[in-house]
């Protein structure tokens, strides 16, 4: 069985970013290059949270990022999600953003996820938070999942 990885709002936005700083261009390569040459390894999954930033946002590659994912699976959100969410926000693991960052991390944990693949550094893969999330996720009883960028997953796949 495949590892399986969320793909979080900021991966298909990376894989077409347009702006040309140093750390931008850096980014957008290690996507293309994990999405091209080794997401194949593992079992990928979104949802409908994804596809909502992605057709709420205003940016010139709005189209080219959700067409990156029109074949990847949804996962459900459900009441036990909406649960796990508010269980984030109110203990201040996540911002009070219920349709951001805390309703991606419900998402990925609540379906068992092995990775949420992320750029987003602040609250997501940030090795400060992730004790919080950790010790939240064993009070609810849930899943952890390893947050990660795509710089982390390029290689090979351990079988």
Known sequence: MKPSVYIETTIPSFYHEIRTDADM???????????????SSYDLFTSDAVLDELERGDFPIKEDALSLLKDIPLLEINQAIADTTAAYISHQVMPADPAGDALHLAIASNHKCDFILTWNCRHLANANKFSQIR?????????VPALVTPLELLGEVEE
Do not use: E, V
Request: aromatic share 20%; hydrophobic share 40%; glycine share 8%.
């Open 25 to 39: 261009i850096a980014r957008r390569d290690w996507t293309q290059d994990w999405w091209d040459n080794y997401r």
């Open 135 to 143: 010790r939240m996720n064993g009070i609810l009883g849930l899943f």
